[in-house]
């Protein structure tokens, strides 16, 4: 069982690494520079959505991951998080459905010969424009 003086030790430590969040949004807003991406990157929730829009995720083993603006990226305290703008390699054609096919940051692909499918975003871009409509 955990002591009392531990349990308190890993709630400041949460607390401080929350606040680390926060004191970069806010500290962005109070020096001048605009961070226009901040509130944007803030609302985002899931990693994906997160690379598709230019912010960065980042995680720590302590509190949530979360969406954050370039700006803010540069100042949480890296020996506690890692913030990465590179989407993982997601497997596209292993989506079946257009919905989460979006949401993966992938394309969707429909044309009149073939059945519609999920593709990198790379390879829609490699695809016939008349013969493949992709979104």
Sequence with gaps: ???I???AAFAALVLLLQCSFAAARIGYQNVGSSDDMAEKCDEITSESSCYSTGCFWCLSKAVPSRCVSPAQAKKVPPGVFVCSNKVAEVDCLSVKDEDTCHAD???WCTAGAVPSECVSQEQAKKLPAGVFNCS
Excluded: E, V
């Design 105 to 107: 940051g992938c394309s």
């Design 1 to 3: 069982m955990k002591s």
């Design 5 to 7: 003086a531990q349990m």
